[in-house]
């Protein structure tokens, strides 16, 4: 039997262990974010930028904002026009192109995992925030999203950060960060807005549970939809212009495959199955939630509107595939990229605690990730090269091995042919040529998005101060 001393010590043991514990917690964290960040500047530094951040480019290089306020209305990209002021602001500090336009990409996604491991410390043991926070780490995001030159992880992590400050809106500042964080959000991609939803699905149950209606986090909310309604003019004629035949037409083998997409499996099973399971373990964690809310219960799981957030967060696909059909626009699976985080917040918050195995869920979810996560970064930089290869070098090569060097270059896809105008040498450009045909392209590919986006940048060339574009003339180097 156990003395008076005995007991006292063993209490005095189990606060420092937790402190322990939390501390190393911390540590790693830290490791991780680090680590990921030199992954993604070293990712950034090799890896050739693709047909939609050479977009971003031409639009950031506008020699004055009147240029890029004109491409903008042109329907020259179709980002918002705050996107392009920040990577304006942003490239200046780097040298290196490749890394100064995916430097806020690579930023973002530090900051998405510091949001996730606050938010569910916030409710849980900080092993398993730890656990949480390395899931973005398996899935798309960290994989390409991350490390490109668009707004999609700056995205991530607004939405993220929101998420820490729906957990303390009761405090004014932090609803007014609510609000803020929001409205960068739509500033930064106009989908951003399908990831409102579930934070005015939780305060609907805040609501329906307390009859306490929160002024402050309502308006806050609801100011994420000001710069959506700013914008819809120009939403309107990218509609009027793109809509018609667009590329991404919603289905839903798209809205199901992109839980798939999010953790790089090409079957459409596995990403199903993790979105399943994530959605049950909320629903059930609700439900206990619920039962056990009287007076005196230890409070094991999150509050319910948390756990609707992940759950909302969960569904952004099918969201998204309903309303991109009623709207008829389109729909790819980086639209709703924000839904990842409903798998770590599903993780973290419907895992209950348990004092007794307090460690052994967040070490067998430790274990899971790493069996994952290993052998994923042995074999990336096992293939890891450290030199940037430029694209346009083979295809100058096999040009030159025909042996006519008058002839123009008839480049068929779009994407290529913005690719190599980029990367060629300038003596190339004018021998790239790519035709625009948007009726041939809808009667052969079912689309015209392409074509007639190559068409709004030749209309508005003449203010393009890039070589790639400034050079495109009447016959060749262009898009005829």
Same mark, same amino acid.
Not at 259 to 263: K, N
Not at 433 to 447: C, F, H, L, M
């Given at each position: 039997m156990p003395t008076i001393t005995e007991e006292k010590q063993g209490r005095i043991e189990l606060p420092a262990r937790a402190a322990l514990a939390e501390k190393s917690a911390f540590f790693a964290l830290a490791i991780l974010i680090a680590y990921a960040t030199a992954r993604n500047i070293c %990712?950034? *530094?090799?890896?050739? $930028? =693709?047909?939609?951040?050479?977009c971003t480019v031409l639009m950031v290089q506008q020699e004055h904002l009147s240029r890029l306020w004109q491409a903008f209305v042109h329907g020259a990209d179709?980002?918002?026009?705050?996107?392009?002021? @920040?990577?304006?602001?942003?490239?200046?500090?780097?040298r290196n192109e490749h890394l100064a336009y995916r430097g806020i990409s690579i930023l973002g996604f530090a900051v998405t995992l510091l949001c996730l491991f606050v938010a569910v410390r916030t409710r849980k043991?900080?092993? *398993?925030?730890?656990?949480? &926070? =390395? !899931?973005?780490?398996?899935? !798309?995001? /960290?994989?390409?999203?991350?490390?490109? &030159?668009?707004?999609?992880?700056?995205?991530? &992590?607004?939405?993220?950060f929101a998420i820490v400050c729906y957990q303390r809106v009761v405090a004014r500042r932090w609803a007014v960060l609510l609000g803020l964080s929001l409205v960068l959000a739509e500033s930064l991609h106009y989908f951003a807005v399908f990831a409102f939803l579930p934070f005015l699905l939780a305060e609907v149950v805040q609501y329906g549970m307390t009859r306490q209606m929160r002024p402050n986090v309502w308006i806050a909310l609801l100011s994420g939809f000001v710069p959506l309604a700013y914008s819809m003019p120009v939403l309107t004629a990218l509609k009027r212009n793109f809509g018609a035949h667009i590329w991404s037409k919603p289905t839903v083998e798209i809205a199901l495959n992109s839980?798939?997409?999010? $953790?790089l499996t090409y079957e459409s099973s596995p990403g199903l199955y993790l979105a399943a399971i994530a959605s049950v373990a909320v629903l059930f964690s609700m439900l206990m939630t619920v039962r056990k809310a009287s007076p005196g219960a230890?409070?094991?799981?999150?509050?319910?509107?948390? @756990?609707?957030?992940?759950?909302?967060?969960?569904? @952004?696909?099918l969201v998204g595939f309903t309303v991109a059909v009623l709207t008829h626009g389109g729909m790819i699976a980086k639209y709703m990229v924000p839904s990842l985080l409903g798998f770590p917040l599903a993780l973290g918050f419907a895992i209950p605690r348990l004092p007794r195995w307090? @460690?052994? *869920?967040? &070490?067998?979810?430790?274990?899971?990730? *790493?069996?994952?996560?290993?052998?994923?970064?042995?074999?990336?930089?096992?293939?890891? +090269? =450290? %030199? $940037?290869?430029?694209?346009?070098? /083979?295809? %100058? +090569? /096999?040009?030159?091995?025909?042996?006519?060097?008058d002839l123009p270059v008839l480049v068929s896809d779009p994407h290529d042919f913005m690719v190599l105008q980029h990367y060629c040498d300038k003596s190339w450009q +004018?021998?790239?040529?790519?035709?625009?045909?948007?009726?041939?392209?809808?009667?052969?590919?079912?689309?015209?998005?392409?074509?007639?986006?190559?068409? $709004?940048?030749?209309?508005?060339?003449?203010?393009?101060?890039t070589p790639a574009m400034a050079d495109w003339g009447a016959t060749g180097g262009r898009a005829a």
């Open positions: %990712e950034a *530094l090799v890896r050739p $930028f =693709g047909y939609d951040e050479i179709g980002q918002p026009l705050a996107y392009y002021l @920040l990577e304006r602001s942003a490239v200046g500090f780097i043991v900080a092993g *398993l925030a730890l656990v949480s &926070a =390395g !899931i973005p780490l398996v899935t !798309i995001l /960290f994989d390409s999203i991350c490390v490109e &030159a668009r707004p999609y992880s700056l995205l991530v &992590a607004c939405i993220a839980y798939s997409w999010y $953790f230890p409070p094991t799981r999150a509050p319910v509107p948390e @756990l609707m957030l992940a759950l909302g967060l969960l569904s @952004l696909p307090g @460690l052994l *869920l967040p &070490a067998v979810s430790a274990g899971l990730l *790493l069996g994952v996560l290993v052998p994923q970064e042995r074999q990336y930089w096992s293939r890891y +090269k =450290g %030199e $940037f290869v430029s694209p346009a070098v /083979f295809a %100058e +090569k /096999f040009v030159t091995a025909g042996g006519h060097p +004018k021998r790239f040529v790519s035709v625009i045909d948007p009726e041939q392209a809808v009667i052969y590919t079912g689309n015209d998005s392409a074509d007639k986006h190559l068409r $709004f940048l030749r209309s508005i060339r003449s203010s393009w101060s």
